[in-house]
T-cell receptor
Framework: NAGVMQNPRHLVRRRGQEARLRCSPM?????VYWYRQLPEEGLKFMVY????????ESGMPKERFSAEFPKEGPSILRIQQVVRGDSAAYFC???????????FGQGTRLTVV | GQQVMQIPQYQHVQEGEDFTTYCNSS?????IQWYKQRPGGHPVFLIQ?????EVKKQKRLTFQFGEAKKNSSLHITATQTTDVGTYFC???????????FGSGTKLNVKP
């Protein structure tokens, strides 16, 4: 059973470009969470999805950021028109139910130049 | 809103010394989880506490959940260099559908 897979591991984008971050949850997990982590800081909740539904997006910036978890395929975190402040590590986690341990992927390190 | 505070932010210890990190919530938690993140790595689940006053042990690690379910602690006895990393607590309130992470305690162990 493969763990949570995130790709790419590293992503470099110029200001104004779009960034697409992918997350394939563990087999059998229908709950997906996205977190952002700045260097030397904690994990900031962004969005919680459950197959095809956004359950909680209270941590998502109102503009430029969107997330989806389609019926087939990975969950996608999309950042449009990236700015330098978007540079961070983005972690995805999955769990089989809401109240159990979350398994984290290795993260995508986004650098905006 | 829901907040989970964690102290200290950093802790430097000599190998063999003990280490404790504390997690406090502004509201009652239904459960709390602890994670460890090694430098450059991703968070890895350590344990979940659910019951008031619960104490769980994993080798040299002892986890406690307060009686009021508003605070928790992680204690490491006789630290080793392999304990280096950042320890996060994550609490979930009764009315919330996600876990709120504390800011983490970064542990450095000098050999």
């Amino acid at each position: 059973n493969a763990g949570v897979m995130q790709n790419p591991r590293h992503l470099v984008r110029r200001r104004g470009q779009e960034a697409r971050l992918r997350c394939s949850p563990m087999k059998g997990h229908s709950h997906v969470y996205w977190y952002r982590q700045l260097p030397e800081e904690g994990l900031k909740f962004m969005v919680y999805l459950q197959k095809e539904n956004i359950i909680d997006e209270s941590g998502m910036p109102k503009e430029r950021f969107s997330a989806e978890f389609p019926k087939e395929g990975p969950s996608i975190l999309r950042i449009q028109q990236v700015v330098r402040g978007d540079s961070a590590a983005y972690f995805c986690a999955s769990s089989p139910t809401m109240n159990t341990e979350a398994f984290f992927g290795q993260g995508t390190r986004l650098t905006v130049v | 809103g829901q907040q989970v505070m964690q102290i200290p932010q950093y802790q430097h210890v000599q190998e063999g010394e003990d280490f404790t990190t504390y997690c406090n919530s502004s509201t009652t938690l239904s459960n709390i989880q602890w994670y460890k993140q090694r430098p450059g790595g991703h968070p890895v689940f350590l344990i979940q506490l659910v019951k008031s006053g619960e104490v769980k042990k994993q080798k040299r690690l002892t986890f406690q959940f307060g009686e009021a379910k508003k605070n928790s602690s992680l204690h490491i006895t006789a630290t080793q260099t392999t304990d280096v990393g950042t320890y996060f607590c994550a609490g979930r309130g009764d009315n919330f559908n996600k876990f709120y992470f504390g800011s983490g305690t970064k542990l450095n162990v000098k050999p």
